[in-house]
């Protein structure tokens, strides 16, 4: 009769390292068991920020130790990480969707040619200027309704999270404060944690940087100012997911320094999808309008939020048009060369102490914003908060709002080759003409005014709801 193998006897004829492996696995096999059955088994008692899992690890220390404690850290390890994914896949999802939502209901309002309006509106818009009031109504109410914007709490004062706020590069302070101000009414917008957020803000200030790293005889050199964008990026890339989540393209940053779009592409491969808010929007200079946002140029007052309003009626406006400023970059020259010496084209380049350059413009009927050492300037909204129409002379120009705004309806365009035939372009324009395009200033004008705290549709709102259609066109 033959003899039966017992299981040991059977497992002592097998090679030393068969039995090895096969306890191994046995092991491992019981431990990944534990883990996900019993979530907060780990032995090893050495963490004290959960009183549940150091109590467990007390409890379970005298049966295993050593190696068993390091494979359950890379179980635990791997399983936190799953559901940290888990949880950052579910918060984009959620932001997607809405997204989503927010997209029919814009298309739908364009297609029904309505207004879905709720409570008191301070400000609707209507009219000829808009491309489609309704679409623009609508994307308004949707960036009020679900807009969440992450502002990195990292760097420090003056370069990261203050600007000026005052002077031509006005709006960049003004808009980093309301964005960041405790007080403002733009706290709706910020999220409470950045996986809620569509948006990210870089809250960096390009004049400050500049400022601060140069006099005025050593401008030359630029490469401090890239670096500390490039490592303020790399930070905030470094420290959490979201940069690298979309390459940037939920990321923005705002500044209306003429140097801003050359720091801005030091690094091509890094910042190309960074959408980038720039008065200095200049297309021959690498500005994208269908990634970046064009903003205009304020010199907003030392002492107030506007400049003031002296116009007069427009019937009673007797100066055809009207320029004053520094005789600099190729665009002006041409202007004084061509039209220095006329009475109806005036163009000063430094008026007397007796008047009163706001007053000037309130009795102008078109009023000319010519390019100078770069493409941005404050002419235009000086001219609109006036009421005087804007005469743009400028090439290359991605104008602010126009995502929105039908700029034909409110301005004249005329490029620099046909700076000679400014007078007559001007004096074609039939009377009928010239007051639908007063009206459409007037339509516009508040799209352009500063408020504190900020209000709906006025300029903070404009420039943000620009940054929102661009997170709009992006799907993550």
């Not at 039908?406 to 001007?426: G, T």
Request: overall charge positive; hydrophobic content about 35%; glycine content about 4%.
């Amino acid at each position: 009769m033959a003899k039966t193998l017992t299981p040991i006897k059977l497992l002592l004829l097998l090679p030393p390292f068969l039995i090895l492996t096969i306890f191994y696995l046995s092991f491992f096999n019981q431990i990944h068991f534990n883990i996900i059955f019993f979530p907060n088994y780990l032995p090893n008692n050495n963490n004290q920020s959960n009183p549940s899992i150091s109590n467990i690890n007390h409890h379970h220390h005298h049966h295993h130790h050593g190696n068993i404690s390091f494979i359950t850290k890379i179980l635990i390890l791997k399983k936190e990480k799953e559901k940290k994914n888990n949880n950052n896949n579910h918060s984009l999802e959620k932001i997607e969707n809405g997204l989503a939502r927010a997209r029919a209901a814009i298309r739908a309002a364009a297609r029904r040619q309505s207004y879905k309006l709720e409570g008191d509106e301070i400000f609707i818009p209507r009219g000829p200027v808009y491309r489609n009031p309704y679409a623009f109504h609508q994307s308004h109410k949707e960036m009020v309704k679900r807009l969440k914007i992450w502002s990195y709490k990292e760097g420090e004062r003056p370069l990261i999270h203050q600007g000026p706020m005052s002077y031509v590069y006005g709006i960049e302070g003004q808009f980093i404060q309301e964005m960041e101000s405790d007080i403002s009414s733009m706290t709706k917008y910020m999220a409470n944690n950045p996986n809620e957020a569509h948006l990210f803000f870089l809250p960096l200030s390009i004049v400050n940087i500049r400022v601060s790293f140069y006099n005025t005889t050593d401008v030359n050199d630029r490469k401090p100012m890239k670096t500390i964008l490039t490592d303020y990026v790399n930070v905030i890339a470094n420290k959490y997911p979201f940069w690298n989540r979309s390459h940037g393209a939920d990321h923005f940053m705002l500044s209306c320094h003429d140097w801003a779009p050359e720091i801005t592409l030091t690094n091509p491969k890094l910042f190309k999808n960074l959408i980038r808010a720039l008065c200095n929007a200049n297309t021959s200079e690498g500005f994208q309008p269908l990634i970046d946002v064009p903003i205009p140029e304020v010199n907003v007052p030392s002492k107030e939020l506007n400049q003031p309003s002296l116009g007069v009626q427009t019937n009673k406006r007797k100066i055809l048009a009207f320029f004053a400023g520094g005789n600099h970059g190729h665009v002006r020259k041409f202007l004084f060369e061509q039209w220095g010496q006329d009475d109806e084209i005036q163009v000063r380049e430094n008026l007397p102490k007796t008047q009163n350059y706001f007053e000037i413009l309130g009795q102008c009927k078109f009023c000319l914003c010519p390019s100078g050492y770069e493409i941005a300037s404050s002419r235009i909204v000086e001219a609109i908060r006036a009421e005087c129409v804007p005469v743009v002379v400028k090439d290359n120009y991605s104008f602010p709002f126009s995502d929105v705004l039908d700029w034909s309806r409110f301005s004249i365009h005329v490029p620099k080759a046909k700076i000679p035939e400014i007078k007559s372009i001007l004096k074609g324009i039939s009377s009928q003409k010239y007051e639908e395009l007063v009206q459409g200033v007037k339509s516009v004008k508040w799209h352009f005014t500063f408020n504190r705290p900020s209000k709906p549709f006025d300029i903070v709102h404009m420039v943000l709801h620009s940054i929102w259609l661009r997170r709009l066109n992006i799907r993550l």
